[in-house]
Each structure stands twice: as C-alpha cells, then as structure tokens.
C-alpha cells in the first residue's frame, strides 16, 4: 500500500488501535496528525518513531467530542500538511458497564458522544479539506452487530450509529470521498483489560475459528487497506474483523 503525498488525521491516535493505524499509515508512507485525549506517552512516542523514521507526523491533545478542540486539530493540520486525505476517528470507549436499569441519561449521553458525536465533528470539521479521492475510515464495532456484552447496550447502539452514518455518508459523498467501517470483535487492546473478564476473553477466543484475540496491528492493516487507492471499489463497506466469531 503507498500512501505517499498523503495525510491521515487520526483521532484518539495515543494507544491500542489509534496508535497501531498511526504507525501503519505513516509505514505506508502518510505524513500524520495524532489526536490524543489522556494517552500522551503513546502518541509523543509515535511522533518520535515516524520522525526517526524519515517521516512526518506531530501529536495534538483534544477532547473530539468538543467542537471547538476538533476544529484546532483540524486547523492545526490543514496548517502544517495544506490538506487532509484520510480521516481515522478513532476516538471512542464503553465508560462503564450499566444495564438499562442502572443506565443514566448522562451515561447514555457520555458514550453516545464519546463514540458517535467525536466522529461526526472530526469529519464535518475535516471535510471542506478532504480533495477528491479522499477516504473516511470509521471504527464502529462488533457490538454493533450482536448489541454487545452484558452492560454494553449504549456503547453497541453507539457503534450502530457509526455504522449507519458509514452508509449514509457513503452515498452522499461519493464519488468524491470513499467511507468505511471497521467492526472489530475481540481485539487485545485496554478496552478488554478493563472492561472484559479474562475467563470470558479465553472462552471466545476458543470458540473463534482463528483461536485467538485479534491485535492492534490486524486492525490497522485492514484501516489502511480502505483508507488506500487498493480498496478503490469499496464505499459503504462495514467490515467484519472477528476471526470469524460472527459471520454478517
């Protein structure tokens, strides 16, 4: 895949899945802007290997569900890189576990901005920036398939929207613009450290095909594959990334 020429904004780009799409993008040859909002550490340390490496890259703190911080990204790069070819937003988390009983409207608020909101202001505001034959990538999930674990109806009605939102930008930005999604299954990332209990993460593991969790780095492979000019033909698409725990 070669991105020369290219520039990739990638929000929530400072661990796991974010930091492995910065990486890959910029091994393809895109010069990259890194949103971070807590993780520093990953995203400083990805600036300083793409430079080391001959590339171009810079980091940037934001909250992505804040207008205004997403518009100072944005302007930031279109300042540095003149323009903006493929658009990663990464951002996006489960929060908490919470049944609908136990659900608040500022929870159910908090994850539907977090996962949803955060990628709708990074590609407004991105946009009038994006010249033809740009492409959007969106992480949506495989919860938005099955309607997630126990606990997780808000952060899978969120990723439901990512999905949606990927087939309707599709149509109405094409030919221009290409729009994608990524659904991930069982990824080895902090989001199942924190959130999933090691005997369940072995369990579907076992009863994946492949027999194993998924990487950072099989995420990023299939994120960089849309977002190049190999996946010309392909809009609209949200891709299954599970070892094939579910089949869609």
């Given amino acids: 895949m070669d991105l020369n020429g290219k520039t990739a904004i990638v929000a929530g780009g400072g661990r796991d899945i974010g930091r492995a799409c910065v990486m890959r993008l910029a091994e393809a040859g895109a010069q990259v802007a890194i949103n971070y909002h807590s993780s520093s550490e990953g995203a ?6 793409i430079v080391s490496a001959g590339g171009k890259a810079f980091a940037m ?30 951002t996006g988390g489960l929060v908490a576990r919470k049944t609908i009983v136990e659900m608040t409207l500022d ?51 969120s990723k439901g929207a990512v999905v949606t939102m990927t087939r309707g930008m599709a149509k109405e930005l094409g030919p221009k613009i290409r729009v994608n999604a990524i659904c991930p299954g069982m990824i080895d990332t902090d989001f199942h450290n924190v959130f999933t209990k090691p005997e369940a993460r072995k369990h579907v593991a076992g009863v994946t095909p492949l027999k194993r969790e998924g990487t950072s780095e099989d995420v990023a492979n299939l994120a960089t594959y849309l977002a190049s000019s190999e996946a010309a033909f392909i809009t609209g698409a949200c891709v299954d990334i599970n070892g094939g725990t579910l089949f869609s």
């Fill in 61 to 90: 703190q934001g909250d992505m569900t804040k207008e205004a911080e997403v518009a100072k990204f944005v302007d930031r790069t279109v300042s540095e890189f003149g323009k903006i070819d493929i658009v990663m937003p990464v």
């Fill in 44 to 49: 400083e340390s990805a600036v300083k290997e």
């Fill in 107 to 157: 929870h159910w608020q908090k994850v539907m901005d977090l996962n949803a909101t955060s990628a709708f202001l990074l590609i407004k505001t991105a946009l009038p920036h994006i010249p033809e034959g740009g492409a959007i990538v969106n992480i949506a999930s495989q919860a938005a398939r099955d309607g997630g674990g126990g606990g997780a109806i808000a952060y899978a009605a």
